[in-house]
C-alpha cells in the first residue's frame, strides 16, 4: 500500500486474459447443486441402459420400440443417442435454464453484482463472459450424459460397428466422431437458449423466478410443437430442430434438416444477446 | 498542491494523477420515477483528505455513491473521479479504487480467500502472479487471516465486513469509497476499522466515508459534507464548522431577564433567557469578566458554565430532524 498517492502508475489492462471465464467455470461447477445435476445427467442414460438391459434380455422383443431404444440391444453406444433424445424436452433444458437464469440474477441477488462491477468489469465484457461460460457449461452437460451413455451402453450391451439409421454400417470410432457432432449440434441449440437464459437473468434479481419461467418457456415450446393445428409456427419454436440430431445418423449425412436448426439457433442467440446487452448496459443496478 | 496546479486543473478537470479533487461532482441528479433522490450535488473531495459523507438514513448517500460508481446512471449532471470524468475514464480510475456500497456481498459457498480471489480475477489490471501474496495481505490487515479458508456463509457480520473491506485493500488504491464500513460493527470493530481507516489515510490515499452517525466519523475526517433530502446542505474542512461553532456562557439564576441584560451589556450576542437560565454567545469577551459583572450588578449566580456547541447539535440544526431520522 506504500504505493498510495498522487502519483502512483496508473494501472493498465493486461491483454486478453481467460482469469474471470476460469473463475466463472470454478464457480459453476465449483457449485454443489450444479455437481448435483450433473450426476442426474450422468444417472439417466446410465438408468436407460439398466431399464433396456432387465426389460429386453432378447434383442428381437424391443424391434418395434422407438428407434435409439431399438438400436441398443444392438450397440451400446446408442445409449447416448437415447439419453440425449429423451432428455432434450426437459433435463437438459433445466440444466442450462438454470445456469444461464444464474448468471446475472445471482450476482444481483447476492449483491455481488456491484462489486464485479465497480472492479471495473465493463457490462459487455461481463455479459459476454457469462455467455461463454453457458455456453461451455451446455457442452459438457451434453457431453458428460454421452459419454455416461457410451460408457454404460459399452459395459452392458457390447460396441462393435454401428448400423445407421440409413442401414449402413460405420465403425465404432466413426461411431463416436458422429456422437460428438451430435453433442456440437445439441450445444449450439442450447447455446441459443442460453442466450434466452442470459436475457431473462438481466430482467431479475431472483435467479429461481428466471429458472422457472425459462423451464416453462422450454416445455411450453415442445408443447405446441406437437399441436399439428399449429404447424405453420413449429419451424419458429426454438425446440423445434433440436430432435433433428438424427440426420447424423444417416449415410450421407444430409444437412437438409440441420441447417434449418442451426440458422434458427444462430437467430435466436442473436436476438437475444443483443436484447440482453440492450437491457443490461444501461440498467441502474440497485441491488 | 500548489496554485498553478489548482488552475489548470480547473481548465481541464481531466489531469491525470494532478487533479485536486478525488471526488468531484456537479449538479449530480437522480430521479427514481417522481421521487427526487439526489437533488443537484456539488461534491468537492480534496485529494489526501478524509470525507465523512453524512446524513440521515435514507437523504441519498448510498444513491450519490451507486452514481459516483457507475452503478446508477445520474439523471442529470456529472462527475470526475481521480481527475477522469466518469462513465468514459471508468476502466482508467475505477481501478485505482476500493469501493464498499451498502454492505458486503459475496458468495456464500466460497472461502473469503475465495471470494477476494474472484474479484481480483475480474480485475483486467492485477497482475495474477501477486494474487496470493496480495489476497493474504489484504485479508491479514483486517484481521481475517485465521478465517482466510472459511466460507463466508459462516462469517459472523462483522467478519463479512472486514473482508468488504479486505476487497477493497487487494491492490493499492488512490482512492476508498466506503459506504457505511462500521455498520454491525461491535465498538471493538468500530475502532480497529476506524483505525485502519486512518492508517490507509496516513499511506496517501483520500477516504469518502458515508456515515448517519456523526461521532463514528468526527475523530477521523478531516472533512464533512451532510446530506439532507437529496441535497448537500454542507460541505467544509472540519476545521472551519468546529470554528464556527462558538462558545456561549450560560448563567443559570432565578432572575433571567437581568442576567440577560448584563449579558448583552458586555457585548455577548445572540442572548436568550428562558425560565432559572440564560445564554449568549461569548464572541471575545472572557468568561470571568462575566461572571464579576453579574455579581456586581447584583444577579444571583447559581451556575456558570461556557459550552461550546456540539457538533452532533450542529448537524441536527443542519438536517432539521434528528440524526437518525429518515429525510
Not at chain 1, 493498465?12 to 457449485?31: H, K, M, N
Not at chain 2, 481548465?11 to 439526489?38: C, H, M, N, W
Not at chain 2, 461491535?186 to 477516504?207: F, H, K, N, W, Y
Not at chain 2, 461572571?291 to 440544526?317: I, K, M, Q, T
Request: aromatic share 6%; glycine share 10%.
Amino acid at each position: 500500500m506504500s504505493a498510495v498517492s498522487a502519483h502512483a502508475p496508473i494501472p493498465v489492462a493486461r491483454g486478453l486474459s481467460t482469469r474471470l471465464l476460469r473463475s466463472e467455470l470454478g464457480l459453476i461447477f465449483g457449485r454443489r447443486r450444479n455437481q448435483f445435476g450433473l450426476v442426474v445427467l450422468a444417472a439417466i442414460p446410465i438408468l436407460i441402459a439398466v431399464g433396456v438391459k432387465i426389460a429386453s434380455p432378447n434383442p428381437e422383443d424391443v424391434a418395434a420400440g422407438p428407434d435409439f431404444l431399438g438400436a441398443i440391444a444392438g450397440n451400446g453406444i446408442f445409449v447416448a443417442f437415447a439419453a440425449l433424445s429423451a432428455s432434450l424436452p426437459a433435463f437438459l433444458p433445466l440444466a442450462v435454464a438454470a445456469i444461464s437464469a444464474d448468471s446475472i440474477a445471482g450476482e444481483a441477488n447476492l449483491g455481488t453484482l456491484r462489486y464485479l462491477l465497480t472492479v471495473p468489469v465493463r457490462r459487455t465484457r461481463l455479459l459476454a463472459v457469462k455467455y461463454a461460460a453457458v455456453v461451455i457449461f451446455s457442452f459438457v452437460a451434453v457431453t458428460w450424459m454421452a459419454l455416461a451413455g457410451v460408457l454404460a451402453g459399452l459395459a452392458l450391451f457390447g460396441g462393435g460397428p454401428v448400423v445407421l439409421f440409413s442401414g449402413d454400417q460405420v465403425s465404432l470410432g466413426e461411431g463416436l466422431l458422429r456422437l460428438l457432432a451430435v453433442c456440437a449440434y445439441l450445444t449450439v441449440g442450447l447455446a441459443a437458449f442460453g442466450a434466452i437464459g442470459l436475457f431473462v437473468s438481466t430482467l431479475t434479481e431472483q435467479p429461481l423466478g428466471a429458472t422457472i419461467a425459462l423451464v416453462m418457456l422450454a416445455v411450453g415450446s415442445f408443447i405446441v410443437d406437437t399441436i399439428p393445428q399449429l404447424d405453420w409456427l413449429h419451424p419458429y419454436l426454438f425446440t423445434h430442430w433440436w430432435q433433428a440430431f438424427g440426420e447424423l445418423l444417416r449415410d450421407p449425412v444430409t444437412m437438409d434438416g440441420l441447417w434449418p436448426g442451426l440458422r434458427s439457433a444462430a437467430a435466436y442467440t442473436l436476438i437475444f444477446l443483443t436484447a440482453a446487452w440492450a437491457r443490461f448496459a444501461d440498467r441502474d443496478i440497485t441491488s | 498542491m500548489t496554485e498553478q496546479r489548482r488552475e489548470s486543473h480547473r481548465a481541464t478537470i481531466l489531469d491525470p494523477g494532478g487533479a485536486a479533487f478525488a471526488v468531484e461532482s456537479a449538479g449530480l441528479t437522480k430521479r427514481f420515477g417522481r421521487q427526487l433522490a439526489v437533488d443537484g450535488v456539488d461534491l468537492a473531495v480534496p485529494r489526501g483528505s478524509v470525507y465523512g459523507f453524512l446524513g440521515p438514513n435514507g437523504s441519498g448517500k448510498t444513491t450519490t455513491i451507486r452514481m459516483l460508481l457507475g452503478l446508477v446512471r445520474p439523471t442529470a449532471g456529472r462527475h470526475a473521479l481521480l481527475g477522469g470524468s466518469l462513465p468514459r475514464d471508468a476502466d482508467r480510475v475505477l481501478p485505482r479504487i476500493g469501493a464498499l456500497v451498502e454492505g458486503p456481498a459475496f458468495h456464500p459457498y466460497l472461502s473469503g480467500a475465495a471470494n477476494l480471489h474472484r474479484l481480483d480475477a475480474a480485475d483486467r489490471t492485477a497482475d495474477p502472479a501477486t494474487a496470493a501474496a496480495r489476497v493474504a495481505t489484504a485479508l491479514d490487515r483486517v484481521g481475517l487471516a485465521v478465517a482466510a479458508g472459511k466460507r463466508y456463509r459462516a462469517y459472523s457480520l462483522g467478519m463479512r465486513q472486514r473482508l468488504a473491506l479486505a476487497a477493497t485493500l487487494i491492490s493499492p488504491r488512490e482512492l476508498l469509497i466506503l459506504d457505511e464500513p462500521t455498520n454491525g460493527l461491535d465498538p471493538q470493530g468500530t475502532r480497529e476499522v476506524r483505525a485502519l481507516i486512518s492508517a490507509v489515510a496516513a499511506e496517501g490515499a483520500t477516504v469518502l466515508l458515508s456515515s448517519h452517525l456523526l461521532s463514528e466519523v468526527a475523530q477521523i475526517c478531516t472533512h464533512v459534507g451532510v446530506m439532507h433530502r437529496g441535497r448537500l446542505v454542507a460541505q467544509a474542512p472540519l476545521e472551519d464548522l468546529r470554528a464556527g461553532t462558538m462558545p456561549r456562557a450560560r448563567v443559570e439564576t432565578d432572575r433571567p431577564e437581568d442576567a440577560a441584560a448584563v449579558l448583552r451589556e458586555l457585548g455577548l450576542t445572540d442572548v436568550i433567557s428562558g425560565p432559572g437560565i440564560a445564554t449568549g454567545e461569548l464572541g471575545g469577551t472572557a468568561p470571568e469578566k462575566v461572571v464579576a459583572a453579574l455579581v456586581h450588578e447584583g444577579v444571583p449566580v447559581r451556575g456558570f458554565a461556557v459550552a461550546v456547541a456540539d457538533l452532533e447539535e450542529l448537524f441536527v440544526s443542519l438536517t432539521g430532524a434528528g440524526f437518525d431520522v429518515s429525510g
